[in-house]
């Protein structure tokens, strides 16, 4: 239980960053970069909320941990994305840990939800590769060739 709300905040502190990222790319006038760091955000909250939901159909208590103040300023465009990859990184080394922890607390139903998880972790971090590599791109032809691809196109879609 204590595991699982670790990761609720967790989750809660990567939306918070793809808040401060997306603010950081509308300061930029980038706004395709910012709707996408956005529209993370929501999706972390909305992972966030289905464990809140999990650990309460388990009639767990929800314990949310404070969250860290996000970064709220980037050198680059580059280094905005790379602060979300990082963050991709650490919820997936999370989520494992949390999974590894279930199996060995032979807690099947946690074990079962997390396949979600960990699904989801293996596109996020995808995409945002796909993502850094773009904005590396864009910084050779123009962060507005980004800008125009993204207009026409969602990054991670299959």
Do not use: C
Not at 34 to 57: G, M, V, W
Not at 105 to 134: C, N, P, Y
């Amino acid at each position: 239980l204590d595991a699982l709300n670790a990761q609720v905040g967790m989750e809660y502190e990567a939306s918070l960053k793809y808040d401060s990222i997306g603010s950081y790319f509308t300061l930029e006038d980038l706004p395709q970069l910012a709707k996408f760091f956005f529209k993370q955000s929501t999706e972390e909250r909305d992972h966030a909320h289905k464990l809140i939901k999990f650990i309460l159909d388990r009639d767990g208590q929800v314990k949310i941990p404070a969250i860290p103040a996000p970064p709220h300023s980037f050198a680059s465009p580059i280094e905005a994305v790379k602060a979300a990859q990082e963050s991709e990184r650490k919820v997936s080394s999370s989520i494992n840990k949390l999974y590894e922890l279930s199996v060995a607390e032979k807690d099947h139903a946690t074990s079962v939800m997390l396949h979600w998880f960990i699904t989801e972790q293996v596109e996020e971090g995808a995409t945002v590769k796909q993502m850094l590599r773009f904005v590396e791109r864009g910084k050779e032809d123009g962060m507005m060739t980004v800008e125009d691809y993204l207009a026409d196109t969602e990054p991670g879609a299959k």
